[in-house]
């Protein structure tokens, strides 16, 4: 079978124009995918707002908001006929789930009618997604139902090794493959990144002698949106300006915070950008990307950063760490305000040291998607024939 002949499903509960990690990874799936000439469907929710597209298949089924988690929607595929019209009359050659909720059992439904391989990545600690918003007794049996998605799987993928830890917890025994998210970044050499992150500061208005701390992804507690606002709290006599970009159920909270704390001037929201360029322009303006965060796996946002040769400032211990030298590519600390001040502090007396690790970080984290799906479709070719002698 030639791959061209077939189609390859990508299935996620998010897709543009709700943007997150996991979006931006079934992106450039998509991107790589329809270039190197392969037939390619996404499978996401409905969304009232649509965003133009082209080279692909999007099948997109009944879904409501989900008012807990905005901008985030549930799907409800039972409830749209034709989604399933859609998926029977489309011949996948594999089908690869990004997610376990609504659209990773359709991905099961087409793998076992159509008798095609099923991937699926363990992206998120879905547990914590799930206990900020029900009931534990409902948590325990969304869960049995999660892992019995993954446990149903040919195979399952995670984005780095220590997010093993987090499977088998969940009580996952199966074997698993790491296989690493990319960067759609890039810059020749550090050299012009460096004169990158000046132009970029200028174009966002920033004061050359400003310290720039930099915040993207979802706006929840559960990424340490707090920790970052109180330790901006304790920078006062620097001048410190901190920038958070994106959004998430505690924004309200957060905008209330920095009232009360009188840091109107010191900490700004930006809201969702959906510019990748301008995106670029935060990340390069910034000398310290802050995220503490025990909730995430494998952040694109602490890679994405660090090609722009902006090093992150992680929790000690946490799963985003795994790939973090302290004081090499990156900067550890403890769960605190006062452990997040007090590094802000020390690099603050210390650019050199920003810029040293700026660059190893640039060095060590941020490989290219290019790389990244040179290696998924040599995969997903091995998975399809292993599967087709059965």
């Not at 330790?231 to 159920?249: E, I, Q, S, W």
């Not at 602490?302 to 992680?314: K, Q, W």
């Not at 007090?342 to 700026?358: E, N, P, S, T």
């Amino acid at each position: 079978m030639r791959s061209g002949e077939k189609v390859y499903g990508l299935f996620n509960d998010s897709f543009p124009p709700v943007l997150d990690g996991v979006t931006l990874t079934v992106q450039n799936y998509v991107k790589k995918l329809v270039e190197s000439g392969r037939k390619t469907c996404v499978v996401t929710p409905w969304n009232p707002v649509q965003e133009p597209y082209d080279g692909f298949l999007l099948y997109r089924y009944f879904s409501l908001p989900i008012f807990s988690r905005h901008p985030y929607r549930y799907g409800y595929p039972k409830l749209d006929p034709f989604i399933w019209r859609n998926l029977n009359r489309t011949p996948f050659a594999l089908v690869h789930a990004h997610c376990p909720f609504s659209s990773g059992r359709l991905a099961l439904h087409v793998a076992r009618k159509q008798h095609v391989p099923l991937v699926a990545t363990f992206h998120s600690k879905y547990k914590t997604d799930l206990e900020h918003s029900l009931p534990s007794w409902m948590v325990r049996r969304v869960m049995r139902r999660i892992m019995s998605f993954f446990e149903a799987a040919d195979h399952v993928w995670i984005p780095q090794q220590r997010v093993e830890d987090t499977v088998r917890e969940y009580g996952y025994r199966g074997k698993l493959t790491v296989v690493e998210n990319g960067i759609d970044f890039s810059m020749s050499s550090f050299a012009d990144t460096s004169a990158y992150k000046v132009e970029a500061r200028k174009r966002l208005g920033l004061a050359p002698d400003e310290m720039v701390l930099l915040f993207v992804g979802q706006h929840i507690k559960e990424k340490g949106v707090e920790i970052i606002i109180n330790a901006v709290d304790r920078l006062r006599d620097l001048p410190v300006k901190m920038l958070f970009v994106g959004t998430g159920y505690a924004v309200d909270e957060m905008n209330s915070m920095i009232k009360q704390l009188g840091l109107s001037g010191r900490v700004k929201l930006y809201g969702v950008i959906g510019s990748r360029q301008r995106l670029m322009d935060f990340y390069a303006a910034a000398h310290l990307f802050l995220f503490p965060s025990f909730y995430d796996n494998a952040p694109l946002v602490v890679r994405e950063a660090a090609v722009m040769g902006t090093p992150s400032i992680l929790l000690r211990g946490s799963t985003a760490a795994e790939v973090i030298a302290d004081g090499f590519n990156g900067f550890l600390a403890e769960n605190t305000p006062e452990s997040y001040a007090d590094i802000v502090r020390r690099l603050f007396a210390d650019k050199d040291c920003i810029m040293r690790v700026g660059r190893n970080a640039s060095a060590t984290l941020a490989r290219p998607w290019s790389d990244i799906m040179d290696d998924v479709m040599q995969r997903y070719q091995y998975i399809i024939e292993s599967y087709g002698r059965r």
